[in-house]
Structure formats: structure tokens, C-alpha cells
């Protein structure tokens, strides 16, 4: 069974810094376009990020460039969303999505497989 486990969430000051890990079991997504994805309360679920298989194709929603960064070390299967400077606006249940083709995507209904996500809060 296909599983993608995301940690590294929590409550941070704004400002402050988390790394989320999403680490996949049952199979390996190295060959797997990646992405996080992210839903405040009362909201849609919205892109963050997204990374090919090979890492040179990364996408960010415009709120969170310069902010995050998305890698992937597909020699321990894990892809990371590393979140600095953030803001009370970036609180919200983070998710790990990953694709059956190797190309990135910002769209939800491109990704198969979906962890259960890893809440973020940040206070002000």
C-alpha cells in the first residue's frame, strides 16, 4: 500500500523557520514529479510547490517564492519544503502529493497519491 507520510510541522513565531519531510512507503517516487499543496481553515486546498523527478523543474506559488524552497534527496526517497519568514497567513494543514509521470505540476487533480498532512501554525 502506497503511503506518503509527511512530518515537521508545528506551531512557530512569525518570522520563524520549519522544514517539512515527506517521506513515501510501498514504492518509490523517484522517478515521480512531487508537490505540496496547503488548506487554511475554511479555504480550498492551494498550491505551494512542486518539483520534478530530477529536481530541475520546481514551481512556487507567488505568495511563498523567496520564502520556500522545495528539494527532493531521491536517494532517501524524501522530498522537503523548507519555510522561512513565515506568516500568520501561511497557518494551514500542509500536504505531500506525488505524481505517477516524472514532470512537476501545480495542479491538484495531476497528482495521484496524497499523504494526510502535517499542520503548520504560525502566531503573530
Known amino acids: 500500500q502506497v503511503q506518503l507520510v509527511e512530518s515537521g510541522g508545528g506551531l512557530v513565531q512569525a518570522g520563524g523557520s520549519l522544514r517539512l519531510s515527506c517521506a513515501p512507503s510501498g514504492r518509490t517516487f523517484s522517478s515521480s514529479g512531487m508537490g505540496w499543496f496547503r488548506q487554511a481553515p475554511g479555504k480550498e486546498r492551494e498550491f505551494v510547490a512542486a518539483?520534478?523527478?530530477?529536481?530541475?523543474?520546481?514551481y512556487y506559488e507567488d505568495s511563498v517564492k523567496g520564502r520556500f524552497t522545495i528539494s527532493r534527496d531521491n536517494a532517501k526517497n524524501t522530498v522537503y519544503l523548507q519555510m522561512n519568514s513565515l506568516k500568520p497567513e501561511d497557518t494551514a494543514v500542509y500536504y505531500c502529493?506525488?505524481?505517477?509521470?516524472?514532470?512537476?505540476?501545480?495542479?491538484?487533480?495531476?497528482?495521484?497519491?496524497w499523504g494526510q498532512g502535517t499542520q503548520v501554525t504560525v502566531s503573530s
Open positions: 502529493a506525488a505524481r505517477v509521470e516524472p514532470l512537476a505540476s501545480n495542479s491538484a487533480p495531476a497528482y495521484r497519491y
Open positions: 518539483i520534478s523527478s530530477s529536481g530541475k523543474i520546481i
